[in-house]
């Protein structure tokens, strides 16, 4: 049986949607990379704002200490809104790699299934190949036989011991 163009329009089809899953892992990823960096972002604008308070303690800038403590409060805030959306960003990481792995699996079972279907055909075509070749030969022996009779298969040539006992009653033997 070779193999079917639905087959190998199955494999096309999974080796697509194989990598539309990669694309779209792909893309959570580098969303999620944007959601930490500005997540370490925020940790950063903290510590400026909390420099910044530092600062204003020793040289007693009122306007200074307000505005670093707006920088941690809207960082801290900041910080506060990433952490879900970051949660939820590794988890849609999680599925669709989760997917992804599954359609290369399938892909893979499609593949296999192909080729074990061409060595299935492989070996058939070569067993036909064989069976001419036997049935040529054979008809070869027929013709050569020329009695009209069909060529002896192998199962109907005669063993050791008959061939001895017929060549024995045509053949001289030690008499005594």
């Given at each position: 049986m070779a193999v079917s163009r639905t087959l190998r329009r199955l494999l096309r089809v999974r080796e697509?949607?194989?990598e539309q899953c990669h694309l779209a892992l792909e893309s959570a990823q580098g969303g999620l990379a944007r959601l930490e960096r500005a997540l370490a972002g925020t940790v950063e604008r903290a510590r400026g704002g909390r420099r910044l308070?530092?600062?204003?303690?020793?040289?007693?800038?009122?306007?200074?200490?307000?505005?670093?403590?707006?920088?941690?409060?809207?960082?801290?805030?900041?910080?506060?809104v990433l952490s879900p959306r970051i949660e939820a960003a590794?988890?849609?990481?999680?599925?669709?790699?989760?997917?992804?792995?599954a359609k290369r699996v399938e892909v893979r079972q499609a593949e296999?299934?192909?080729?074990?279907?061409?060595a299935q055909d492989?070996?058939?075509?070569?067993?036909?190949?064989?069976?001419?070749?036997?049935?040529?030969?054979?008809?070869?022996?027929?013709?050569r036989?020329?009695?009209g009779s069909p060529a002896q298969s192998s199962d109907d040539l005669?063993?050791?011991?008959e061939a001895s006992a017929a060549e024995g009653d045509e053949s001289?033997?030690?008499?005594t």
């Open positions: 697509l949607e194989e308070v530092e600062a204003s303690a020793r040289t007693g800038e009122l306007a200074d200490r307000f505005a670093g403590l707006e920088e941690s409060i809207g960082a801290e805030r900041l910080a506060q590794q988890e849609e990481v999680i599925l669709l790699r989760e997917e992804f792995l296999t299934l192909i080729g074990e279907t061409e492989a070996v058939e075509a070569a067993r036909r190949g064989q069976q001419a070749l036997d049935d040529w030969h054979r008809s070869r022996q027929f013709r036989a020329g009695n005669p063993t050791g011991r001289p033997g030690p008499e």
